[in-house]
């Protein structure tokens, strides 16, 4: 299964959410096999969903609070994002574990909750440029990856998004990215999340139209989370077409 997922991050208005969905749907391949999703803001997922559902596209929160409901002001909660159309949830972006202390612990009950409301967690993991220079890569996905022990198996997608290919034009090479996924496969079904779900593996990073064929020829890739490309619809739509 070959998967693209769109992350909007902090952009888009409704009128030009409304003109991409509008576009992009005309762009969809006939009969194209891969699993197309959008994260879009908060503010968007009703009108999101209500675009693109109907194709068969998912929609997914770009973070939710592990709690169901209560005083959190500023959170919002998985049932929330079920309630207008989300069927999963990027967790662990390195955005959010850089600027809004995301941590592993809250990674696990929010993995958890995700489950319980039916939403597939898509896991985001990934090294800092610091991390990669002195050698620890696959020492920090391992840690990241830890949390699956806890957890215990369920469905599941997990995007490797080098920290420092993130926004910056700057892709990691293809043996980087293999030797990444090899050990993340590896490591899910160490910690049993293999056994019982096929796990895609998606790559995240500067994924562009020129640099993706490369990527999806790359054993263990899986697809790509996108985050840039993903907001021109030229851009996206060529790149659910490459993904088949
Ligand atoms: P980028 O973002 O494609 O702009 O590098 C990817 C992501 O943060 O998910």
Redesign the pocket.
Known sequence: MRCVVA?W?MNLRSGEAQAFCEDLLLRLPEGGSAEVGIAPPFTLLSLVSGLVRPRGLQVFGQNAHAEDKGAFTGEVSMPQLRDVGCSGVLLG???RRQFFGETDAGLIKKIKAAWQWDLLPLL?IGESLAERDSGATLDVLGRQLSILAETGPGPLWV?Y?PVW????GRRAEAPQVQEAHAFIRAELIRHGACTDYEVPILY????TPESFPELLGIPEVAGG??????LDPHKFGELIKQAG
């Open positions: 992350n991050k972006h390195s955005e985001c995007a998004e290919a993130i926004g910056t995240g990073g500067s994924v989370l996108v985050g840039g490309a993903s």
